[in-house]
Structures are given as C-alpha cells and as structure tokens.
C-alpha cells in the first residue's frame, strides 16, 4: 500500500507542487494549509511521514510538531520541516520539538522525492 | 523523472497577488510610532512567502527584491530597527516594484529593470544606515569557503578586517576549503552579506564556535561525508537507524549527541551554547550546511526569526481550506443553465394554469414546489458569482494617501459595508467609475487644511466610501465633507454653454447638469471644482451596466454620489410593452414615466419626425412600430401609449401600443446565439415560451437624435 504524506504549508503553490511531485513518485498525499488544519488532518487519518512549512498563520510549523509528537501514534512518525530559514537557531528549534530533519526552500522535487525515500522508503 | 513546475505558476501568481494586497492595505493602516506586532508580523509573513514561491519558481529578480525588503522587515518586527514613516513609503513602493515584476512574469511583458534596481538600493540603503543592534560581546566564528577557484583573498581579508579581527587563517585550493577564524560583532548574515562581492554566498559557510579560548588546530575532518555535501540542502536531526524519537531521549541524545552516522546526515552541530556538554566539545571545523545557502537557485537565507510566531488569523487566510478557485466561465455556464431552467419551469407554470386544480392536483402542487427550489437555485448560482466590494475598495486606502500627500491635504478614508456583495462582472467595470469619483472628491470636494480651519472645519476631511443593500440594488456612495458643488456657478457654466436651464431648476436638476458631455472639458465649473471632468463618462460606465448615479451635495457641508446598480446582470427588472403584436421588454432603469399623449401635444417637424410636449419640455417622439418596421395596429397616437426614457443624459418618448407588466427576466445575449441588432440589447425567453426582445434604450436615443437639443430648446421657448 502505498505510503501516506501529510504536507502541511500554507502557500497554495508550493502545497500543490509538494504534493504533485509525491504523488507522481506513487506516495498518497493529504494536505493541509496551517498547522492547526494539520494536526487535525494528522488525527483522522494516520500518516507515515509529515513535510512541514514553518511559517504559517495560526499554527507554525514548529508548533505542530511539538504537539503531533505529544499523540501517542506520532511519537515515532518521521516529521520534515521543510522551510526557508535554514539557520542553526531554526534547525535547534527543530530538533527540540522533535522534528526528524529539514529540507530548504526552495526545494527541488528531486531532493524532496530523495529525502522522503530515505525516511520512509 | 522530471517534474513540470509550469503548472503551479499559475497559482503562485494569485498567491502572490493576493499577499502583496494585504501587505499593502496593513501598511496603510500601521501606527507607525505603535505598529502591532502581529501586523508587523503579517507584513514579513506576505514578503516572506512570495521569497518562498519566487524562488521555487526561479523568479531570481523577484527573489532579490523580496529577498532585501524581507530582511528589513524581519529586524522590525525583531525591534532591531525602528520602524519610520517613510520606510512605509519605501514599503509600499516595494509593492509596487513587485506587483510589475510579477505582471511582468505573468503576462510577458518588459520588466523595469531601472525600477527594481532604484528600489533595491533604497531597501538596502534603509538596513545599512540602521544602527546594527551590535551583540554585547564579540563572538569568535569560524568562516569556511568551500574548496574550489580561486578567488581575491586580499579583498576578502580586507573585507573581513573591516568587519572584525582576523584571529588565525588557512588557505584552500580545488580540493581544500579556505578557512578563517574571526571575531566579530557583526551576525553571520551581516558576513556573509558584506562578502557577497568577493566570494559568491553559496560557497560560504560560517560556523559560531562558541569559545574561542579553547586551543584547538583549524583541521578539517577527512572523513566527514557530510561536510563535503554543502549542496545537499537537508538533514536529518538523529541517525536514521535509529529513528524512533521517544528512545532517542535516552540513547540517542544525552552527552554525546549522536553525530550523523548515515553519510547524508548532518547534524546542525554547532550552537554548543544551548546544549554546551551536550556534544562534541568544538568539534573540528565542520562545515554545516546550516548557514550556507545551499539549493542552487536559492539566494541567501536570513538568519531565522527565534520568535515563534504569533497566532495570526486572518479572513484571507482562513479562506484557502474552505473555498476552491472555479474558473468564472463555469460559473458562468451554469448561471446559463439555471437561466434555462427558470424559463422551462415558468412555461411549465403557464401551462399548469390551463389544467383544472382538483384533477392535476398531485401535479399542479409539484409545479409549485418546482418554481419555489428553481427560484432558491437561481439565487444560490447567482451568489456565486457575488464577491464583496471590497476588492474595489481596497485600492482606495492607497489612492487617498497618495493623492492626498500630493494636493497637501489631511483626508481620512472611512469604508463602510465593504463586505457587500455584488456580481463579480460589476467589480471589475466598478472600479474606474469608483476611482474617478474618488478622485474628484479629493481633488475639489475636500478643501485645503487651512481652507477647512477658516470655515471652521477640521483640518482633516473626510472621504467614506459606503455600499449597501437597497431594494434589488447596490448602492455605493461616496461621500466627502468638502465644499460641496455650486448651484451658481454650474448653472452660469450651462448657460455659457448655451444649454438650457433656468434659475427655477431643483438643486438636483442643477447637479444632473455636470453630467451633460458639455462639462466635461477642460474648463472649470467653481474655483475647486471642475466636478465636471469626465462625469459623462462615469455616467455611460455605470449605465452600460444598468445603473444611475445620484448626486446630493449642500455648499459648505460636502456632496455625496450614490451609484445604483442591479443586483447582476444576467437577469434584469424590465417592463414589458407590446407593439403591433410584438413583445418588447425594456429595462426598468430607463423608464422615466409613462402617458397618455393627447393629439394637441404633438407636433410633427417637416420630415424629421415627431415631437412632443412634456409640461414644457419638447421630446423626440419615436414610434416602436417604425424602428422595427412593423405594421402599425394603432393608429392614432392618443389610443396609444408614450413611455419617455433616459439615456445618457438624453430623453426621448417612446410610442407603443400598451404597458404590459413588471417582469424579472433572464437576459439572454443575442449576438452570440443570432447576430446584432441595432435598437436590441438581447432577448429573454417570457413564461409562455415567446421570444421577446430587451430593447437598447441607449441605441434608440442615438436613433431618435433626428432632432437637435438646440432646436427642441428653440420650441419651447
């Protein structure tokens, strides 16, 4: 079966370019425009990795992380933070709240479609 | 696999659109001396996310500008720099600059590359002459260029020493990166900026050990895999083997943080300050990609905001997860549709009429039920096509400011009921109408502050632009506190003009007057007016759209301008009339009044046709029958019926047989389904299945001008 990706961003454009290039590698991809939408996604549906924006209104990336990782069936699910600040101060936010890895902005479908085969195959 | 970005561009272009509006309407409204942080913060979100798209899209130029203005923003909201009024200018000209470079993208057209260079110069102008919030102490970097050519190493140390105390230094070549250890005050964003002449930022990468005090050889780890990979541009926070978080607690963290063991693993190792045991006691020299931008398109990163975001919801935001973007020629099919179905259900209706209530009552009650969902259908389709009026408000707040720092005069704008809705088709024939009253309102209704203050007004005037429901209309009023318009002296510009008018005339007859074509030239009515210019023309547009202006105006108190329009245009209030057994619907906007002739009224000018007096007004009289050579049935015009209509500031009186009745009809376009006709605007379908055709009243007045104004003056004098 295939392997579900929630991407959660609130730009429509790179939602749909995110979830364009996954599911034309065979991934099945539920969206979300904010982190509140996410975590509320990420409850109905249980999926095997998240790709978060960081800057989002409402909830920010960082925020919804932490919170995924405090349910019990996210405590080991892999979270990207995919994201335009790329600095230490950000990547050690990341890390504290749990986040599995980060991937800059702008991304290239390639590397996106690589770093997703490494976390979930 | 390649993937077509191509397809999302689209989007991005809305997006982006869209974050340039809200950034412009928070800019006009900021209290520069108190912004609110959460605007401050929504400003950076709007500049921050078309960086975002535009450099996923290769937009580079779109990316330098917001790339600059980005960076301004972040240190104000940061409270690094203090936010001055005319950095709001400089703002809103950063939109501008934007909004050309995105229409540019869009439609292909040239860029002005002058502009985008001016306003990038003056971005950064505006962060070079703030006072950098220096950290209090220096702290010791380490700066990594990664190996490759060569490049000015004396302009770089000249750079460096400029920027702070070059403390030990180790030259690269092809294979091994330069390394260079400093003491700064400056953040490593500031550095990498500075140098961006010398060595291109990508190959920079600058690491904050954290004590320098410590002695320790500048080596750069052989083995690591990870350091080499600078374009990588991801990684991975705990070895992947190892990847479940909760045990990580204990055995992949702890003191000795687990460094990346996967070959494409980097651990953002440094910022030992917050975890300063936690691992690796100043590592070796170790190029993180942390800092260095990496992705190959991608300009330099700033450094991250540490604040984590406020909460920040906004209509536009919450939008995006309940609407779906549907192309308007959908919509518009559909309301087509639903157009069909009305006249299907009112032929359906007219037929049932005939069939006797006890036998069909089964089907008589569904015919019922049918009109009552057709009718709630017909009003759901048609509300979407509604969208609020306030995407043609929203240009006003930036007009007004602009126009009002211009002629030197204090204005506040009020918008009331923006959230009115009305057809989208109107939105977009609103705005030059709108703009144009605006204009004048602000031009020669509101007076100069010191003008104000001696007739014992506020300085500041008052623009409100309103829009509400009424009836099956939208009004929208603008309205000023000004001078309001001159009876006198509009009324000596039309008698200058030889039209015809008297001191007798209502104040609102008088008003009607600067609508005349007449006024609009370039000579003025009063002193501050020249209310005139191009009235005539704001008149045609709102009447092309089936609507009227209304004006009220009081010297000395201020003029208002209502603007009536249907609720949309695809279906319209008309009256219907018959003519030698033809049907004729005409628009109820164009209707003046309607009467009975009397023979004594008319009178017939040698080959030019027929005229008739109303109460001392002589009227070309037109007759139905004669404009669509039809076989006259009545023949004598006091058996008949005069409606007299007004178009563009012409009236005429229109002979037809009867008045029938008050409909709503659905329009329907006549060219695309036969070919123009002169004197009919479209056709709709009537209940009992018969065609008729919506007249064109404007196209009868040009029709009925075989008299002059000037000589119908002459009559009635």
């Not at chain 2, 010398?198 to 050990?209: F, H, K, L, T």
């Not at chain 2, 300009?299 to 909460?311: F, G, H, N, Q």
């Not at chain 2, 005349?516 to 370039?522: K, L, R």
């Amino acid at each position: 079966m295939a392997k579900k990706i929630l991407a959660v961003d609130d730009s429509a454009s790179i939602r749909q370019m995110v979830s364009f290039t996954l599911r034309s590698a065979g991934y099945e991809v539920v969206e979300a425009v904010d982190g509140n939408a996410g975590v509320s996604q990420a409850k109905s549906t249980q999926v095997d990795l998240v790709l978060t924006d960081q800057n989002m209104p409402g909830m920010d990336g960082l925020t919804l992380i932490r919170t995924l990782r405090g349910l019990p069936q996210y405590s080991a699910t892999p979270i990207l933070m995919l994201t335009t600040e790329s600095s230490d101060a950000m990547k050690q936010q990341g890390r504290a709240v749990g986040a599995t890895g980060w991937l800059v902005k702008p991304f290239d479908p390639q590397k996106l479609l690589e770093v997703v085969r490494k976390v979930i195959g | 696999m390649t993937i077509d970005m191509s397809q999302f561009i689209s989007v991005f272009f809305d997006e982006a659109a869209e974050h340039l509006a809200n950034m412009e309407s928070l800019l006009l409204k900021i209290d520069v001396s108190a912004p609110d942080p959460e605007d401050l913060n929504a400003i950076f979100r709007a500049a921050h996310s078309i960086k975002g798209g535009a450099a996923t899209f290769g937009f580079t130029d779109l990316t330098e500008v917001t790339h600059v203005l980005e960076n301004l923003l972040d240190r104000i909201r940061k409270n690094e720099i203090i936010l001055q009024p005319e950095m709001v200018d400089v703002f809103l000209q950063s939109g501008d600059v934007l909004q050309a470079i995105l229409a540019s993208h869009r439609d292909h057209i040239d860029l002005d590359r002058a502009a985008i260079a001016s306003i990038t110069a003056t971005l950064n102008h505006l962060v070079e002459n703030q006072p950098i919030a220096a950290p209090a102490n220096q702290s010791a970097l380490t700066l990594i260029i990664s190996a490759g050519e060569d490049f000015d190493a004396v302009q770089l140390n000249h750079e460096l020493s400029r920027l702070g105390e070059i403390e030990d230094y180790e030259p690269g070549d092809v294979a091994t990166p330069w390394l260079y250890r400093l003491k700064t005050a400056f953040d490593i964003q500031k550095l990498i900026d500075s140098l961006a002449f010398v060595v291109a930022p990508e190959r920079i990468s600058i690491e904050s050990s954290a004590d320098m005090s410590q002695d320790f050889g500048l080596f750069l780890p052989e083995t690591e895999e990870g350091a080499i990979s600078l374009d990588e541009g991801y990684g991975f926070f705990e070895p992947l083997e190892s990847s479940t978080q909760t045990a990580s607690e204990d055995d992949g963290y702890g003191f000795f943080e687990p460094l990346p063991t996967s070959a494409n693993a980097q651990i953002p190792a440094s910022a030992p300050l917050q975890d300063g045991e936690g691992y690796g006691f100043f590592q070796a020299i170790k190029p993180t990609t942390s800092t260095a931008p990496v992705a190959t398109n991608q300009p330099i990163e700033m450094p991250a905001p540490a604040t984590t975001r406020v909460p920040n919801e906004r209509a536009t935001d919450k939008a995006v997860d309940t609407s779906i973007r549907v192309s308007v020629e959908k919509v518009d099919q559909l309301l087509n549709l639903v157009g069909e179905l009305v006249i299907t259900q009112s032929m359906l209706a007219q037929n049932a009429l005939q069939l006797d209530p006890v036998l069909h009552e089964k089907l008589l009650s569904g015919v019922a039920q049918l009109e009552r969902n057709t009718r709630e259908l017909q009003e759901s389709v048609m509300s979407i096509r509604m969208m609020p009026i306030s995407f043609v408000f929203n240009r006003y707040p930036r007009l007004v400011r602009d126009l009002a720092a211009k002629l030197g005069k204090q204005v506040e704008l009020k918008m009331i009921g923006d959230n009115t809705e009305l057809d989208k088709g109107f939105i977009e024939k609103l705005s030059d109408p709108l703009t144009h009253l605006v204009r004048n309102s602000l031009d020669h209704g509101i007076e100069l502050p010191d003008v104000r203050t001696s007739r014992n007004k506020q300085a500041q005037g008052t623009l409100t632009l309103k829009a509400f429901h009424q009836g099956g209309n939208i009004v929208i009023e603008v309205s000023d506190d000004g001078a309001g318009l001159s009876r006198e002296r509009i009324l000596a510009k039309a008698k200058e003009r030889g039209l015809n008018v008297s001191d007798s005339m209502s104040d609102n007859e008088v008003w009607m007057l600067i609508f005349e074509a007449g006024f609009s030239t370039a000579s003025e009515i009063t002193d501050v007016s020249g209310r005139g210019v191009g009235m005539d023309v704001v008149r045609k547009n709102i009447q092309s759209m089936g609507g009227r202006v209304e004006i009220q105006s009081m010297q000395g108190i201020g003029s208002t301008m209502s603007i009536r329009l249907p609720l949309t245009l695809a279906i319209l209030d008309g009256m219907s009339i018959s003519a030698s057994d033809e049907l004729y619907i005409i628009p109820l906007t164009f209707i003046v009044e309607s009467l009975q002739p009397k023979s004594s009224e008319i009178k017939t000018m040698a080959g030019r046709g027929n005229v008739i007096n109303v109460r001392g007004e002589y009227l070309p009289l037109i007759a139905l029958y004669e404009i669509f050579n039809l076989k006259p049935k009545i023949n004598s015009f006091e058996e008949g019926l005069v409606i007299i209509l007004e178009a563009e500031g012409q009236k005429i009186a229109l002979f037809v047989d009867d008045l029938l009745g008050q409909h709503q009809v659905v329009v329907k376009n006549l060219e695309t389904n036969y070919r123009r006709v002169n004197g009919v605007a479209g056709a709709t379908i009537m209940g009992d299945g018969h065609v008729a055709f919506i007249l064109d009243v404007a196209a009868l007045v040009k029709m009925a001008q075989h008299v002059t104004p000037t000589e119908l003056t002459a009559m009635a004098a």
